[in-house]
């Protein structure tokens, strides 16, 4: 079996690999799982020096990386170099302050002494998609690494070549070997790597639906496991919103990674007095986002990652304008001879419940835009979903805003007068479909420890 590398541009076979077979696997786990018991008794300043010499290896090699996402999975140049300087600053974080989230909590007991101690679970299986094809892996590596926990890296099979990259950066920047290792294999093989003893932990990013199956397996080996999984983000732009601000920052949040980003928005839901002005003034920037070759300067959209990808995309589109919606922009498939996996920026509007556009998610360069009446029909409507991974909400009124996003809208992320982003700061996650569990912050390293309680009498 192999797994192949094809440049969504152009269709063409990058490079061939040979799928690792049952017995390399078991090896690699093996490997990994030895590497752990060592690993897991070294001090946090010495992983630190290390997770920093990982972030300059990073910053060394940022502009290969970048050309390697690009011929991967379309992401224009600029843009992947902006991963990976993302992916240094989330080593550089972890490596300054684990030591300090992961430190003994003292708690005042009848005990001479009680505290809490947190202690790491061992090898991790991260299955990675791949849309941000180093992000989503460094993520959750910097934690996991930092916690004492070792790896075992199960990428998305249209990116080999940027598993295996990550794989020889930590090697490069000196980690002992093996605490960090890609398995070469498919989606079938995943469920014999979380059944092996020496797996004790599930990270996913991806799907709804590949997360329910990583989550049913995981839980009947009680297994702990952390799921991102798809969502249908709504961004609220009220009445008083400064609509040029509100266009600007719409367009550029429906349009991340050509809109193959879960925490992208996809539902635009508008007041009506203002729907009008500000969809001409969103159509607008839509219009100003240049597609083209992801190594020309200047491209704003290359292509999707994959070609069955762009007719799925288009397969919704098409359904949704037979039920109703109204197609103002795009909603074509390029003809331009020698392109690949292209699609045109979509907007949609006259969203009705029932339409895939209101209820799924759109994977793409597709903006759904929903008429609300008033503030309390947004709120509705933005709630009207199964998904909840983040939303945004745009006024003039700060402090309804701010009650709007902690209160009222119901998603792991609520933004006020900005697009929905992933900071290493602050923790990162969804309900409901969305999945369960948060990376990033203190509270993404403390997913995969043991929480000890120590009493001593």
């Given at each position: 079996?192999s797994?192949q590398?094809v440049?969504?541009?152009?269709?063409?076979?990058?490079k061939?690999?040979?799928?690792?077979?049952p017995?390399?696997?078991?090896?690699k786990?093996?490997?990994?799982?030895?590497?752990?018991?060592?690993?897991?008794e070294?001090s946090?300043g010495e992983?630190?020096?290390?997770?920093?010499?990982l972030?300059?290896?990073?910053?060394a090699?940022?502009?290969?990386l970048?050309a390697?996402m690009?011929?991967e999975?379309?992401?224009?140049?600029?843009?992947?170099l902006a991963e990976?300087?993302?992916?240094?600053?989330?080593?550089?974080?972890?490596a300054?302050?684990?030591?300090a989230?992961?430190q003994d909590q003292?708690?005042?007991?009848?005990?001479?002494?009680s505290?809490?101690?947190?202690?790491?679970?061992?090898?991790?299986?991260?299955?990675?998609p791949?849309?941000?094809?180093?992000?989503?892996v460094f993520?959750?590596?910097a934690?996991?690494?930092?916690?004492?926990?070792?790896?075992v890296?199960?990428?998305?099979s249209?990116?080999?070549g940027?598993?295996?990259?990550?794989e020889?950066?930590?090697?490069?920047?000196?980690?002992p070997?093996?605490?960090?290792?890609?398995?070469?294999?498919g989606s079938?093989?995943v469920a014999?790597v979380?059944?092996?003893?020496?797996?004790?932990?599930?990270?996913?990013?991806?799907?709804t639906?590949?997360?329910t199956?990583?989550?049913?397996?995981?839980?009947?080996l009680?297994?702990?496991?952390?799921?991102?999984l798809?969502?249908?983000d709504?961004?609220?732009?009220?009445?008083?919103?400064?609509l040029?601000?509100?266009?600007d920052v719409?367009?550029s949040?429906?349009?991340?990674?050509?809109?193959q980003s879960?925490i992208?928005a996809?539902?635009?839901?508008?007041?009506?007095?203002i729907?009008?002005?500000f969809?001409s003034?969103f159509?607008?920037?839509?219009?100003?986002r240049?597609i083209?070759?992801?190594?020309?300067t200047?491209?704003?959209?290359?292509?999707?990652?994959?070609?069955d990808?762009?007719?799925?995309?288009?397969?919704?589109?098409?359904?949704n304008?037979?039920?109703?919606?109204k197609?103002?922009l795009?909603?074509?498939v390029?003809a331009r001879?020698g392109e690949?996996?292209?699609?045109?920026?979509t907007?949609?509007?006259?969203?009705?419940?029932?339409?895939?556009?209101?209820?799924?998610?759109l994977f793409?360069?597709?903006?759904a835009i929903?008429?609300?009446?008033?503030?309390?029909?947004a709120?509705?409507?933005a709630?009207?979903?199964s998904f909840g991974?983040?939303?945004?909400?745009?006024?003039?009124?700060?402090?309804?805003?701010?009650?709007?996003a902690?209160?009222?809208?119901?998603?792991?992320?609520?933004?006020?007068n900005?697009?929905?982003?992933?900071?290493?700061?602050?923790?990162f996650?969804?309900i409901?479909?969305s999945g369960?569990?948060?990376?990033?912050?203190?509270?993404g390293i403390h997913e995969?420890?043991?929480?000890?309680?120590v009493?001593v009498k």
């Amino acid at each position: 079996m192999s797994i192949q590398s094809v440049n969504p541009a152009n269709g063409k076979i990058v490079k061939s690999y040979r799928e690792d077979p049952p017995d390399k696997v078991i090896r690699k786990i093996g490997q990994t799982h030895k590497a752990w018991l060592s690993w897991k008794e070294s001090s946090f300043g010495e992983r630190a020096v290390l997770m920093d010499k990982l972030a300059a290896r990073l910053h060394a090699e940022r502009d290969k990386l970048a050309a390697l996402m690009a011929v991967e999975m379309g992401k224009p140049l600029k843009d992947g170099l902006a991963e990976i300087d993302k992916c240094a600053a989330v080593c550089q974080y972890y490596a300054g302050n684990a030591s300090a989230f992961l430190q003994d909590q003292l708690v005042t007991t009848e005990a001479a002494k009680s505290y809490v101690s947190f202690q790491p679970l061992g090898t991790v299986l991260a299955v990675m998609p791949w849309n941000f094809p180093f992000w989503q892996v460094f993520r959750f590596l910097a934690p996991a690494l930092m916690a004492g926990n070792c790896g075992v890296l199960k990428h998305a099979s249209n990116v080999p070549g940027c598993a295996l990259a990550i794989e020889q950066m930590v090697k490069d920047a000196g980690f002992p070997a093996h605490v960090f290792q890609t398995l070469l294999i498919g989606s079938k093989a995943v469920a014999a790597v979380i059944e092996h003893p020496l797996v004790k932990a599930v990270t996913l990013t991806g799907s709804t639906v590949a997360g329910t199956k990583v989550a049913a397996q995981a839980g009947l080996l009680l297994k702990k496991t952390v799921l991102e999984l798809g969502g249908s983000d709504p961004y609220l732009v009220l009445e008083d919103a400064d609509l040029e601000m509100a266009a600007d920052v719409c367009a550029s949040s429906r349009l991340i990674n050509n809109g193959q980003s879960c925490i992208a928005a996809k539902r635009f839901i508008v007041a009506k007095k203002i729907e009008r002005e500000f969809t001409s003034l969103f159509v607008d920037r839509i219009k100003q986002r240049k597609i083209g070759d992801p190594f020309e300067t200047g491209t704003d959209l290359g292509p999707m990652a994959r070609a069955d990808l762009r007719d799925e995309l288009h397969a919704q589109v098409l359904k949704n304008t037979e039920m109703g919606a109204k197609c103002i922009l795009g909603g074509k498939v390029p003809a331009r001879k020698g392109e690949h996996a292209y699609y045109e920026p979509t907007v949609l509007t006259n969203i009705k419940k029932g339409m895939p556009a209101y209820s799924e998610e759109l994977f793409g360069p597709v903006a759904a835009i929903l008429t609300a009446r008033d503030t309390e029909h947004a709120i509705s409507l933005a709630n009207d979903t199964s998904f909840g991974l983040g939303a945004a909400v745009f006024t003039s009124n700060v402090q309804l805003g701010e009650e709007i996003a902690r209160n009222k809208l119901q998603a792991g992320s609520c933004f006020v007068n900005s697009l929905v982003k992933s900071d290493p700061h602050l923790p990162f996650g969804g309900i409901n479909q969305s999945g369960y569990g948060r990376e990033l912050g203190m509270f993404g390293i403390h997913e995969f420890v043991n929480i000890k309680t120590v009493y001593v009498k």
